[in-house]
C-alpha cells in the first residue's frame, strides 16, 4: 500500500483540498448525527396487553391470560413466555430467539392474538400488541401548576397534550393528575324498586338517545338531497332530560330517578410540584416520549420552544417546571466528552513538546481531533447515533488513536534530525512503518469485531461499541499515514534539534534513557537466574491477580453507578388503600424533603411508581416522588440517596423505596429467587419466609416478596338452584353487580374537542350525593342491589352466598407455570455474589420447600455472569484473530506466540491497578481490557517488525546485540505512546464514575506492559 501513501506525499494540494473536505464534512455531520440518551435496543419482544375492568387477579388470570398464552405457546422462534395477571390488567410478554426478525415475530404473534379474540370476555378490551422497547422512558418530565378548577384543568391536560404530541418527533405525550369530564349518573336503586325498571334499562334509554344515522336521499325538483337523521346528544345537559317507559306504561325521567352530574371522572392519579423547597401545589405532570431514532436533543428544544410560545396563550397562568430534560443531559455528556478531548490533546501535546519539540507535538496532537471528525462520516452513514454508549467508545478511543500518531512523528523527526529531506525521511518512515501499523491497526479492530456477535440485550446495547472503535481507528491510521506525513514535509525542519535549552535538555534526556535502559537490558539478558526468577515472578503475579476478583478482594459489577441529576422514591401501600389514604402518606414524605439541601424541585404522583423503576405499577396504593438535584451540589446523589435511606429508615406508614437511574443496560435486580408452582398460597408462603432471610443477610435493601401485600375481597358465590327458580343467568346478575359497583359506561358525547364519557352506576353510599364515594359503602348494601326476574323484584344478597377472602394481588407466569419473584437491591459496599450464597446457604438448612415447589436464583448475578462469559468468549476469539494477523504478517508461529504473550500478563497490571484503587472489575474496565490489547500489540509488532528489519540488514550480527539495539531504539516511541496515552485518561477519571475503571485499566495496564 506504500504507493497510495506516497501519491498524498506527492500530490500535496490535492491531498490538503481533500483531507480538509473530510474534516469539515466529518464536523458538519458531528452535529448532524442522531443523539439519544441511551441506546435504542431492539430485541425481538412483544407485549400483549388486555384490559378487564373490574376483574380480579384470578378472573384476569382464568379468562384471559391462559387463554392467550395458550393460543401463542407454539409461536415460531418463542423463547420465553412470561405474564402477569392483575386487578383488571393482563400483561403477556412473549420473547423470541435473538436472531428472529422483529417485524416478523411481531406479525405472528398478532394474528395468534387475533385468533383468540372471540374466546375473551365481552366487558374486557380488545388485547393490544406491541414492541417492547427497553428505553422507553421520557426524555421529558414537566410539570404545569395552576388554581384552575377540576375541569378546566382537565381541559388544560387535553390541550397541552394534543399541542405537545404535534411536536416532530414526538411519540406519545402521557398527562398524569388530571381527570378527564365525565356525566355521572347515579341511580337510587330505591327509585328502580318503585317503578320495577333496572340498570340495564337505564343504560339501553341513554344509548337509545344518542344515536345519529344517515338514511339516504330524496330528489325533488330534478334536485338530490341527502337524508341524515341527527340524533346525538350534544349537551350533557340533555342527559337529565331522557325518558324511561316503565312496564306499568307510565313514563319517567332520568332526572327523577338518578342524581346526572357534569363532572369529572374518579381520581386515578394525583400530581403535585414543589420548587425550591415550597409547599407542593396541585400539577399536572407531562411525560413526553419520542419516536424510535429521534434526536432527543432536537426533541427536547422544540418541547421547550412549544412550551415558550404556550406561556403566553394557553399556560399564560400556570407555571412550568421542567424537572427532567434528557436532551441536556446529552449535551452536558457531549461537553464533557468535548473538554475531556482537549484536555487530552493539550496534554499530549505537552508532554511531546517536552521530548521531540513543539512544531511535531502539534503535529501528533491533530491525530486526535482529525482521527474523530473522519470517523463521525462513518457513523452517520452507518446509521449510528451519539448516546451514552457511543460516547464511551469516542472515550475508549481516545487512549488508542494517538499511539500510530506518535510513532510516525517520532520516527520522521528522527530522521530529519539526521540530516534527511523532509521528504526522504516521509517516504523512508511510510516504508519501515506503514505495514507494522497496519498490522497492529488490524489487529486491534480484530479484537473489537467479535463484540459484534454478543447475543440479548446486552448485545444490543453495546452494538455501536465495535462500530465506534473501528471507524476511529480507521481514521487514526489514515490521519497517521497519509496527513501526518503531509504536515511533517510542509512544517517541520531538517538537521539538528533545536538549540537552546530545551532542545539540549531533550537530547541529554534522551541519551542518558538510552544509557540506563541498554545497561540494564543487558544485564538483565546476560544472567539466566535472572531470567528464571522473572519468569516465575510474572506466573506468580498473574495467577495472584486472577485470583483477586475470584476471592472477592476485587469487587465485581456490571456498570458502576455514577452521579445522577435526579433520584426517585417509590412508596407502596397494602392491597386495597385507597387513592386518598396514600395521598395522605405521599404528604408525610413530602414534608420530610421540604428542608432537604441540594434538591433544585420535585414532583409528587399518586396512583404509580416511577417511570424510571424498571418494572413501573400503577394502582391507588401506589405513589412516587422524582427529586431534581441542583447542578452545584454538596453531595452527589449516590450520598443522598445513602442520606434518604437512613431519614426513612424508621417510616413506618408503608413501604418506601429509594433508588436513582440503573446504569448501562437493564439487569433487573442484582438478587432475584423465584418459586414455581401450582398452589398461590404455598409460594406466597415459601415466599415470605425467604423474605425474612434475606432480610436478615446485612447489605441488602428493599427486599419485595411477591404476594405479601395481597388484600381481601368479598366473594359472591351464585345459589345455582335459586338462579333456576327465578329464573336468573349469572351473566345477567354480573351484568348488575359491575354496572352498580363499578359502573358501566352507557354512551359517550362527542365533542370537537373530546368525548365526554357517560357512566351510569348505583347510589351503594346513599349518604352522599358525591360519586367519588358511590362505593365508599358496606357489604351490606351491595346485597340490596335490586334484581328483576319473572317473579318480581328480589334483592342481590338472597341469591348469593358471600364469603371474606384473601385477594391475589397478582399471578405472575413463566412459560405458563405460576412464580412468584423476591428481589432485593444491594448496599454499594456488599458483593452480590456472597449475598446471593449466603441466602442459598440459610435458606437450605433453615427451610424445606413444599412439594411441587421448585426454587431459582438469578438476579442481576446471573446475568453479569452470562454477560463477562460472552465478554470473555468475545476476548478469546478476538485473540485467536489477533494472533492469524500477527503470524500472517510475520509468517512465523513462534513470533506470533511471542507477540501475544504480553496481552494476558497485563491483566497483572489491571487487577492491581484497580485493586489499589478500590475499583470493581465492570463492563467499562473489561473493555479497557480489549483496548489495551491493541495498544499493546502494536507496540510489541512494531518492536518484533523493527528487530526482523535490523536483523535482515545485519544477518552475521550478533543476536543479542542486535536485540538490545533494537528495544533501545524503540525506547523513545515506546515511552511517548505509555506516557502521551495514560497522561490522557488522567482527565476521564474526574468525568465521571463510569469512566474511571476504563481509565485506570488503561493506565495501570499499559505501564505493566511497557515494563514487559
Same mark, same amino acid.
Given at each position: 500500500?506504500?504507493?497510495?501513501?506516497n501519491?498524498?506525499?506527492?500530490?500535496?494540494h490535492?491531498?490538503?483540498?481533500?483531507?480538509?473536505?473530510?474534516?469539515?464534512?466529518?464536523?458538519?455531520?458531528?452535529?448532524?448525527?442522531?443523539?439519544?440518551?441511551?441506546?435504542?435496543?431492539?430485541?425481538?419482544?412483544?407485549?400483549?396487553?388486555?384490559?378487564?375492568?373490574?376483574?380480579?387477579?384470578?378472573?384476569?388470570?382464568?379468562?384471559?391470560?391462559?387463554?392467550?398464552?395458550?393460543?401463542?405457546?407454539?409461536?415460531?422462534?418463542?423463547?420465553?413466555?412470561?405474564?402477569?395477571?392483575?386487578?383488571?390488567?393482563?400483561?403477556?410478554?412473549?420473547?423470541?430467539?435473538?436472531?428472529?426478525?422483529?417485524?416478523?415475530?411481531?406479525?405472528?404473534?398478532?394474528?395468534?392474538?387475533d385468533?383468540?379474540?372471540?374466546?375473551?370476555?365481552?366487558?374486557?378490551?380488545e388485547?393490544?400488541?406491541?414492541?417492547?422497547?427497553?428505553?422507553?422512558?421520557?426524555v421529558?418530565?414537566?410539570?404545569?401548576?395552576?388554581?384552575?378548577?377540576?375541569?378546566?384543568?382537565?381541559?388544560?391536560?387535553e390541550s397541552?397534550?394534543?399541542?405537545?404530541?404535534?411536536?416532530?418527533?414526538?411519540?406519545?405525550?402521557?398527562?398524569?393528575g388530571v381527570?378527564?369530564?365525565e356525566?355521572q349518573?347515579?341511580?337510587?336503586k330505591?327509585?328502580?324498586?318503585?317503578?320495577n325498571?333496572?340498570?340495564?334499562?337505564?343504560?339501553?334509554?341513554?344509548?337509545n338517545?344518542?344515536?345519529s344515522?344517515?338514511?339516504?336521499?330524496?330528489?325533488?325538483?330534478?334536485?338530490?338531497?341527502?337524508?341524515?337523521?341527527?340524533?346525538?346528544?350534544?349537551?350533557?345537559?340533555?342527559i337529565a332530560?331522557?325518558?324511561?317507559?316503565t312496564?306499568?306504561?307510565?313514563?319517567?325521567?332520568?332526572?327523577?330517578?338518578?342524581?346526572v352530574?357534569?363532572?369529572?371522572?374518579?381520581?386515578?392519579?394525583?400530581?403535585?410540584?414543589?420548587s425550591?423547597?415550597?409547599?407542593?401545589?396541585?400539577?399536572?405532570?407531562?411525560?413526553?416520549?419520542?419516536?424510535?431514532?429521534?434526536d432527543v436533543?432536537?426533541?427536547?428544544?422544540?418541547?421547550?420552544a412549544?412550551?415558550?410560545?404556550?406561556?403566553?396563550?394557553?399556560?399564560?397562568?400556570?407555571?412550568v417546571?421542567?424537572?427532567?430534560?434528557?436532551?441536556?443531559?446529552?449535551k452536558?455528556?457531549?461537553?464533557?466528552?468535548?473538554?475531556?478531548?482537549?484536555?487530552?490533546?493539550?496534554?499530549?501535546?505537552?508532554?511531546?513538546?517536552?521530548?521531540?519539540?513543539?512544531?511535531? =507535538?502539534? #503535529?501528533?496532537? +491533530? $491525530?486526535?481531533?482529525?482521527?474523530?471528525? !473522519?470517523? &463521525?462520516?462513518?457513523l452517520?452513514?452507518? @446509521?449510528?447515533?451519539?448516546?451514552?454508549?457511543?460516547?464511551?467508545?469516542?472515550?475508549?478511543?481516545?487512549g488508542?488513536?494517538?499511539d500510530?500518531?506518535?510513532?510516525?512523528?517520532?520516527?520522521?523527526?528522527v530522521?530529519?534530525?539526521?540530516g534527511?529531506?523532509?521528504?526522504?525521511?516521509?517516504?523512508?518512515?511510510?516504508?519501515?512503518?506503514?505495514?507494522?501499523?497496519?498490522?497492529?491497526?488490524?489487529?486491534?479492530?480484530?479484537?473489537?469485531?467479535?463484540?459484534f456477535?454478543?447475543?440479548?440485550?446486552?448485545?444490543?446495547?453495546?452494538?455501536?461499541i465495535?462500530?465506534t472503535?473501528?471507524?476511529?481507528?480507521?481514521? =487514526?491510521? #489514515?490521519?497517521? +499515514? $497519509?496527513?501526518?506525513?503531509?504536515?511533517? !514535509?510542509? &512544517?517541520?525542519?531538517?538537521?539538528?534539534? @533545536?538549540?537552546?535549552?530545551?532542545?539540549?535538555?531533550?537530547a541529554?534526556?534522551?541519551?542518558?534513557?538510552?544509557d540506563?535502559y541498554?545497561?540494564r537490558?543487558?544485564?538483565?539478558?546476560?544472567?539466566?537466574?535472572?531470567?528464571?526468577?522473572f519468569?516465575?515472578?510474572?506466573?506468580?503475579?498473574?495467577?495472584?491477580?486472577l485470583?483477586l476478583?475470584?476471592v472477592?478482594?476485587v469487587?465485581?459489577?456490571f456498570?458502576?453507578?455514577?452521579?445522577?441529576?435526579?433520584?426517585?422514591?417509590n412508596?407502596?401501600l397494602?392491597?386495597g388503600?385507597?387513592?386518598?389514604?396514600?395521598?395522605?402518606?405521599?404528604?408525610?414524605?413530602?414534608e420530610?424533603?421540604?428542608?432537604?439541601?441540594?434538591?433544585?424541585?420535585?414532583?409528587?404522583?399518586?396512583?404509580?411508581?416511577?417511570?424510571?423503576?424498571g418494572?413501573?405499577?400503577?394502582?391507588?396504593?401506589?405513589?412516587?416522588?422524582?427529586?431534581?438535584?441542583?447542578?452545584?451540589?454538596n453531595?452527589?446523589?449516590?450520598?443522598?440517596?445513602?442520606?434518604?435511606?437512613?431519614?426513612?429508615?424508621?417510616?413506618?406508614?408503608g413501604v418506601?423505596?429509594?433508588?436513582?437511574?440503573?446504569?448501562g443496560?437493564?439487569?433487573?435486580?442484582?438478587?432475584l429467587?423465584?418459586?414455581?408452582?401450582?398452589?398461590?398460597?404455598?409460594?406466597?408462603?415459601?415466599?415470605?419466609?425467604?423474605?425474612?432471610?434475606?432480610?436478615?443477610?446485612?447489605?441488602t435493601?428493599?427486599v419485595?416478596?411477591?404476594?405479601?401485600?395481597?388484600?381481601?375481597?368479598?366473594?359472591?358465590?351464585?345459589?345455582?338452584?335459586k338462579?333456576?327458580?327465578?329464573?336468573?343467568t349469572?351473566?345477567?346478575?354480573?351484568?348488575?353487580?359491575?354496572?352498580?359497583?363499578y359502573?358501566?359506561?352507557?354512551?359517550?358525547?362527542?365533542?370537537?374537542?373530546?368525548?365526554?364519557?357517560?357512566?351510569?352506576r348505583?347510589?351503594?353510599?346513599?349518604?352522599?350525593?358525591?360519586?367519588?364515594?358511590?362505593?365508599?359503602?358496606?357489604?351490606?348494601?351491595?346485597?340490596?342491589?335490586?334484581?328483576?326476574?319473572?317473579?318480581?323484584?328480589?334483592?342481590?344478597?338472597?341469591?348469593?352466598?358471600?364469603?371474606?377472602?384473601?385477594?391475589?394481588?397478582?399471578?405472575?407466569?413463566?412459560?405458563?407455570?405460576?412464580?412468584?419473584?423476591?428481589?432485593?437491591?444491594?448496599?454499594?459496599d456488599a458483593?452480590?455474589?456472597?449475598?446471593?450464597?449466603?441466602?442459598?446457604?440459610?435458606?437450605?438448612?433453615?427451610?424445606?420447600l413444599?412439594?411441587?415447589?421448585s426454587m431459582n436464583?438469578?438476579g442481576?448475578?446471573?446475568?453479569?455472569?452470562e454477560?463477562?462469559?460472552?465478554?470473555?468468549?468475545?476476548?478469546?476469539?478476538?485473540?485467536?484473530?489477533?494472533?492469524?494477523?500477527v503470524?500472517?504478517a510475520?509468517?512465523?508461529?513462534?513470533?506470533?506466540?511471542y507477540?501475544?504473550?504480553?496481552?494476558?500478563?497485563?491483566?497483572?497490571?489491571?487487577?492491581?491497578?484497580?485493586?489499589?484503587?478500590?475499583?470493581?472489575?465492570?463492563f467499562?474496565?473489561l473493555?479497557g481490557?480489549v483496548?489495551?490489547?491493541?495498544?499493546?500489540?502494536?507496540?510489541?509488532?512494531?518492536?518484533?517488525?523493527?528487530?526482523?528489519?535490523?536483523?535482515?540488514?545485519?544477518?552475521?550480527?550478533?543476536?543479542?546485540?542486535i536485540?538490545?539495539?533494537?528495544?533501545?531504539?524503540?525506547?523513545?516511541?515506546?515511552?511517548?505512546?505509555t506516557?502521551?496515552?495514560?497522561?490522557?485518561?488522567?482527565?476521564?477519571?474526574?468525568?465521571?464514575?463510569?469512566?474511571?475503571?476504563?481509565?485506570?485499566?488503561?493506565?495501570?495496564?499499559?505501564l505493566?506492559?511497557?515494563?514487559?
Amino acid at each position: 500500500m506504500y504507493p497510495i501513501w506516497n501519491f498524498f506525499l506527492h500530490r500535496r494540494h490535492f491531498s490538503f483540498l481533500l483531507f480538509g473536505a473530510l474534516a469539515l464534512w466529518g464536523l458538519f455531520l458531528a452535529f448532524a448525527i442522531n443523539k439519544e440518551s441511551a441506546p435504542e435496543v431492539q430485541i425481538p419482544i412483544g407485549i400483549v396487553m388486555t384490559i378487564f375492568p373490574g376483574a380480579s387477579a384470578e378472573e384476569v388470570e382464568k379468562l384471559i391470560t391462559n387463554k392467550i398464552e395458550q393460543q401463542i405457546a407454539n409461536l415460531t422462534n418463542l423463547s420465553k413466555l412470561t405474564s402477569n395477571s392483575s386487578e383488571g390488567v393482563s400483561t403477556i410478554v412473549a420473547e423470541f430467539s435473538a436472531n428472529a426478525d422483529i417485524e416478523e415475530s411481531l406479525r405472528d404473534l398478532r394474528d395468534e392474538v387475533d385468533k383468540i379474540k372471540p374466546e375473551l370476555p365481552d366487558d374486557g378490551n380488545e388485547p393490544t400488541v406491541a414492541e417492547l422497547n427497553f428505553v422507553d422512558q421520557p426524555v421529558l418530565i414537566i410539570a404545569i401548576s395552576t388554581d384552575a378548577p377540576l375541569q378546566r384543568f382537565a381541559e388544560l391536560g387535553e390541550s397541552l397534550k394534543s399541542e405537545l404530541q404535534g411536536v416532530k418527533g414526538v411519540s406519545r405525550v402521557e398527562i398524569l393528575g388530571v381527570r378527564q369530564r365525565e356525566v355521572q349518573v347515579v341511580v337510587r336503586k330505591e327509585e328502580l324498586v318503585r317503578h320495577n325498571l333496572t340498570f340495564n334499562d337505564v343504560i339501553s334509554a341513554i344509548r337509545n338517545s344518542n344515536a345519529s344515522a344517515p338514511a339516504g336521499s330524496i330528489v325533488t325538483g330534478n334536485i338530490e338531497y341527502g337524508l341524515r337523521f341527527a340524533g346525538d346528544i350534544t349537551d350533557p345537559s340533555e342527559i337529565a332530560g331522557i325518558t324511561l317507559r316503565t312496564p306499568a306504561g307510565s313514563t319517567v325521567y332520568l332526572r327523577d330517578i338518578a342524581v346526572v352530574s357534569d363532572g369529572v371522572e374518579g381520581a386515578t392519579s394525583l400530581s403535585r410540584l414543589s420548587s425550591a423547597g415550597a409547599p407542593s401545589e396541585q400539577a399536572l405532570s407531562v411525560n413526553v416520549y419520542k419516536n424510535r431514532g429521534a434526536d432527543v436533543t432536537r426533541v427536547s428544544k422544540d418541547i421547550r420552544a412549544k412550551l415558550t410560545d404556550l406561556q403566553n396563550s394557553l399556560l399564560k397562568d400556570s407555571s412550568v417546571a421542567v424537572a427532567l430534560d434528557s436532551g441536556e443531559l446529552v449535551k452536558d455528556d457531549l461537553g464533557n466528552l468535548t473538554r475531556s478531548g482537549l484536555i487530552t490533546v493539550s496534554l499530549v501535546i505537552l508532554c511531546l513538546i517536552l521530548t521531540i519539540g513543539w512544531r511535531e =507535538a502539534i #503535529i501528533a496532537g +491533530l $491525530a486526535v481531533p482529525l482521527s474523530f471528525l !473522519i470517523a &463521525f462520516i462513518g457513523l452517520y452513514y452507518s @446509521g449510528n447515533s451519539i448516546n451514552f454508549v457511543s460516547l464511551f467508545s469516542l472515550i475508549l478511543a481516545v487512549g488508542i488513536l494517538v499511539d500510530a500518531g506518535i510513532v510516525m512523528t517520532e520516527a520522521m523527526v528522527v530522521r530529519l534530525r539526521r540530516g534527511m529531506t523532509q521528504m526522504t525521511a516521509a517516504q523512508i518512515t511510510l516504508r519501515e512503518f506503514a505495514w507494522p501499523l497496519i498490522a497492529g491497526t488490524t489487529t486491534t479492530i480484530a479484537v473489537f469485531v467479535p463484540l459484534f456477535f454478543i447475543s440479548g440485550v446486552v448485545g444490543q446495547f453495546i452494538s455501536s461499541i465495535p462500530f465506534t472503535i473501528i471507524f476511529v481507528l480507521i481514521a =487514526a491510521q #489514515i490521519v497517521a +499515514l $497519509a496527513i501526518i506525513p503531509l504536515l511533517v !514535509i510542509t &512544517f517541520s525542519q531538517s538537521g539538528a534539534p @533545536g538549540s537552546g535549552r530545551l532542545g539540549d535538555i531533550q537530547a541529554k534526556s534522551v541519551q542518558w534513557a538510552r544509557d540506563w535502559y541498554r545497561s540494564r537490558l543487558e544485564r538483565a539478558l546476560s544472567s539466566s537466574r535472572f531470567g528464571k526468577w522473572f519468569l516465575i515472578g510474572i506466573v506468580l503475579a498473574f495467577i495472584v491477580a486472577l485470583m483477586l476478583p475470584i476471592v472477592g478482594i476485587v469487587k465485581v459489577e456490571f456498570f458502576p453507578v455514577e452521579d445522577s441529576d435526579f433520584v426517585f422514591i417509590n412508596l407502596e401501600l397494602p392491597e386495597g388503600t385507597t387513592l386518598f389514604e396514600t395521598d395522605l402518606v405521599m404528604r408525610s414524605i413530602e414534608e420530610k424533603l421540604y428542608g432537604e439541601q441540594d434538591i433544585e424541585n420535585f414532583i409528587t404522583t399518586v396512583g404509580g411508581t416511577s417511570a424510571f423503576s424498571g418494572s413501573p405499577e400503577n394502582g391507588e396504593r401506589f405513589g412516587n416522588v422524582l427529586l431534581l438535584l441542583l447542578k452545584d451540589r454538596n453531595r452527589t446523589s449516590g450520598e443522598l440517596l445513602s442520606d434518604l435511606r437512613q431519614k426513612f429508615a424508621l417510616f413506618d406508614k408503608g413501604v418506601v423505596r429509594i433508588a436513582e437511574p440503573q446504569g448501562g443496560p437493564p439487569v433487573g435486580a442484582p438478587i432475584l429467587i423465584k418459586f414455581f408452582g401450582d398452589d398461590l398460597g404455598e409460594l406466597s408462603e415459601i415466599a415470605v419466609r425467604a423474605k425474612g432471610i434475606l432480610e436478615d443477610i446485612p447489605g441488602t435493601i428493599d427486599v419485595e416478596a411477591g404476594g405479601e401485600n395481597d388484600g381481601l375481597e368479598f366473594v359472591l358465590t351464585a345459589d345455582h338452584a335459586k338462579f333456576a327458580e327465578l329464573g336468573l343467568t349469572s351473566a345477567s346478575v354480573a351484568g348488575t353487580l359491575r354496572t352498580a359497583v363499578y359502573g358501566t359506561e352507557a354512551t359517550s358525547i362527542r365533542t370537537l374537542r373530546d368525548d365526554i364519557r357517560v357512566v351510569v352506576r348505583g347510589n351503594l353510599n346513599t349518604e352522599t350525593a358525591n360519586s367519588d364515594l358511590a362505593n365508599h359503602t358496606t357489604i351490606d348494601s351491595v346485597k340490596q342491589i335490586p334484581l328483576s326476574t319473572p317473579r318480581g323484584e328480589v334483592l342481590l344478597g338472597s341469591v348469593l352466598h358471600i364469603t371474606l377472602e384473601k385477594a391475589t394481588q397478582s399471578i405472575a407466569h413463566e412459560d405458563r407455570k405460576r412464580v412468584i419473584s423476591l428481589t432485593s437491591q444491594v448496599l454499594a459496599d456488599a458483593n452480590v455474589r456472597d449475598t446471593t450464597n449466603l441466602f442459598v446457604s440459610r435458606f437450605e438448612s433453615e427451610l424445606e420447600l413444599p412439594a411441587g415447589v421448585s426454587m431459582n436464583v438469578g438476579g442481576e448475578n446471573e446475568e453479569v455472569d452470562e454477560s463477562f462469559k460472552e465478554m470473555f468468549y468475545a476476548l478469546i476469539a478476538g485473540i485467536f484473530l489477533m494472533f492469524g494477523i500477527v503470524v500472517l504478517a510475520f509468517n512465523s508461529l513462534r513470533l506470533g506466540w511471542y507477540t501475544l504473550l504480553t496481552v494476558p500478563l497485563t491483566m497483572i497490571g489491571v487487577i492491581g491497578g484497580l485493586f489499589l484503587t478500590q475499583k470493581p472489575v465492570s463492563f467499562p474496565s473489561l473493555l479497557g481490557i480489549v483496548a489495551l490489547a491493541g495498544v499493546v500489540i502494536n507496540n510489541a509488532i512494531i518492536l518484533v517488525d523493527s528487530f526482523l528489519h535490523r536483523l535482515r540488514e545485519n544477518l552475521q550480527g550478533d543476536y543479542k546485540k542486535i536485540l538490545v539495539e533494537t528495544a533501545v531504539n524503540r525506547l523513545r516511541p515506546i515511552l511517548l505512546t505509555t506516557i502521551t496515552t495514560v497522561v490522557g485518561m488522567i482527565p476521564l477519571i474526574f468525568t465521571a464514575a463510569i469512566w474511571a475503571p476504563l481509565a485506570y485499566t488503561i493506565m495501570f495496564g499499559l505501564l505493566f506492559a511497557t515494563v514487559l
